[in-house]
T-cell receptor, first 113, second 117 residues
Framework: DQQVKQNSPSLSVQEGRISILNCDYTNSMFDYFLWYKKYPAEGPTFLISISSIKDKNEDGRFTVFLNKSAKHLSLHIVPSQPGDSAVYFCAASGGSGTYKYIFGTGTRLKVLA | EPEVTQTPSHQVTQMGQEVILRCVPISNHLYFYWYRQILGQKVEFLVSFYNNEISEKSEIFDDQFSVERPDGSNFTLKIRSTKLEDSAMYFC???????????????FGNGTRLTVT
């Protein structure tokens, strides 16, 4: 039951350029979306979120875009830095009577110096 | 900044043994979760806990699993009789408030690596 999908398992980007990570979802009841960053041997760290009433949310170098009609969200990192190299997970929640957050499979981002 | 803490960081146990994984969520949070990640795979939901009871659980969370908030600060996951396939990273998470238009992110601990031999 893959309600949240990240179709690119890995991405390499040059330092200073834009990183774009993509995520698709199938459940139209989702109303809250998040991006997490994860380093090896650590827990996921919250980066940025967006509610379904918005289509864009920005926090410093990180911007999340939500396209509800396409059931698609993306994370833009500008400019990319070597310290951004990690696995990025999108997550979603929503629906009546449920408070669980469902995670995608992750995209490994490598920022090349 | 307050954080979720988990102990131990690594637990090795023999098949059939009971293990208890411990977590101290962020103090003003009301919603508590356990997730697990088998090596290289996705982060999977196990259980959510609110108001001293399980609010939701996945099909993974069978009768061998239980959760408890024994003293108002700790949140534990018990596996009664471990199997080889229980080997994974187990993450505890907590959140402040959930529900339509009240959403807030989950904050995760650094996990307990459980190895069942």
């Amino acid at each position: 039951d893959q309600q949240v999908k990240q179709n690119s398992p890995s991405l390499s980007v040059q330092e200073g350029r834009i990183s774009i990570l993509n995520c698709d979802y199938t459940n139209s009841m989702f109303d809250y979306f998040l991006w997490y960053k994860k380093y090896p041997a650590e827990g996921p760290t919250f980066l940025i979120s967006i509610s379904s009433i918005k289509d864009k949310n920005e926090d410093g170098r990180f911007t999340v875009f939500l396209n509800k009609s396409a059931k698609h969200l993306s994370l833009h990192i500008v400019p990319s830095q070597p310290g951004d190299s990690a696995v990025y997970f999108c997550a979603a929640s929503g629906g009546s009577g449920t408070y669980k957050y469902i995670f995608g499979t992750g995209t490994r981002l490598k920022v090349l110096a | 900044e307050p954080e979720v803490t988990q102990t131990p960081s690594h637990q090795v146990t023999q098949m059939g043994q009971e293990v208890i994984l411990r977590c101290v969520p962020i103090s003003n949070h009301l919603y508590f979760y356990w997730y697990r990640q088998i090596l290289g795979q996705k982060v999977e939901f196990l259980v959510s806990f609110y108001n001293n009871e399980i609010s939701e659980k996945s099909e993974i969370f069978d009768d061998q699993f239980s959760v408890e908030r024994p003293d108002g600060s700790n949140f534990t996951l018990k596996i009664r009789s471990t199997k080889l396939e229980d080997s994974a990273m187990y993450f505890c998470a907590s959140g402040q408030r959930q529900g339509k238009n009240l959403n807030s992110p989950l904050h995760f601990g650094n996990g307990t690596r459980l190895t069942v031999t």
